[in-house]
T-cell receptor
Framework: KQEVTQIPAALSVPEGENLVLNCSFT??????LQWFRQDPGKGLTSLLL?????REQTSGRLNASLDKSSGRSTLYIAASQPGDSATYLC????????????FGKGTKLSVKP | DTEVTQTPKHLVMGMTNKKSLKCEQH?????MYWYKQKAKKPPELMFV???????INESVPSRFSPECPNSSLLNLHLHALQPEDSALYLC????????????FGSGTRLTVV
């Protein structure tokens, strides 16, 4: 069974701290991995998309990496701010998923002022 | 236009009502998706339309009926829903999810009373 797992489930950090969110997947035949942000009761905002041929992608204070061989991806957030508080979802387009997204359960991030 | 637009944003309906959710995109994407998301859970795939044809139906009850009138528009017709169907309904689109990833709308918050 294809699965995407995220740890931790919740994370609370003081403002200004650098942090890492983790994502693992079971299928090495991955097409890409996408990180989303979701605010309470809202839709999904795409943060970064990493193709299987890439090792990392960067956007502002965000950096996402992909290691196919170990089945892992990380989202690094530098100099966290209270506005970063949200749930972060990792989703993979895996080889056996007919091109559809497989979601992790998310990490709920709280950045304290 | 790089958005997926969903209407309405909120909907309250009785168990005997018939209502429809609407999703629209003008990015030229040829695949459109309906997801259901319960509180504190990741989105679950309901339906996939590819080139205006239903390609995946994840064993969703018949009280949910999708329709894709054209490549830019996706509807979800609701009839005789149950209170447990209350959730956030998300629409997404992609040109080819394996290459370009997915774009999500802001969702419709549905409450069945």
């Amino acid at each position: 069974k294809q699965e995407v797992t995220q740890i931790p489930a919740a994370l609370s950090v003081p403002e200004g701290e650098n942090l890492v969110l983790n994502c693992s997947f079971t299928d090495s035949a991955i097409y890409n991995l996408q990180w989303f942000r979701q605010d309470p009761g809202k839709g999904l905002t795409s943060l970064l998309l990493i193709q299987s041929s890439q090792r990392e992608q960067t956007s502002g204070r965000l950096n996402a990496s992909l290691d196919k061989s170990s089945g892992r991806s990380t989202l690094y957030i530098a100099a966290s701010q209270p506005g970063d508080s949200a749930t972060y979802l990792c989703a993979g387009t895996l080889g056996g998923s007919q091109g559809n997204l497989i979601f992790g359960k998310g990490t709920k991030l709280s950045v304290k002022p | 236009d790089t958005e997926v637009t969903q209407t309405p944003k909120h909907l309250v309906m009785g168990m005997t009502n018939k209502k429809s959710l609407k999703c629209e995109q003008h990015m030229g994407h040829r695949a459109m998706y309906w997801y259901k998301q319960k509180a504190k859970k990741p989105p679950e795939l309901m339906f996939v339309y590819s080139y205006e044809k239903l390609s995946i139906n994840e064993s969703v009850p018949s009280r949910f009926s999708p329709e894709c009138p054209n490549s830019s528009l996706l509807n979800l017709h609701l009839h005789a829903l149950q209170p447990e169907d209350s959730a956030l309904y998300l629409c997404a689109s992609s040109q080819d999810g394996r290459v370009y990833g997915y774009t999500f709308g802001s969702g419709t918050r549905l409450t069945v009373v």
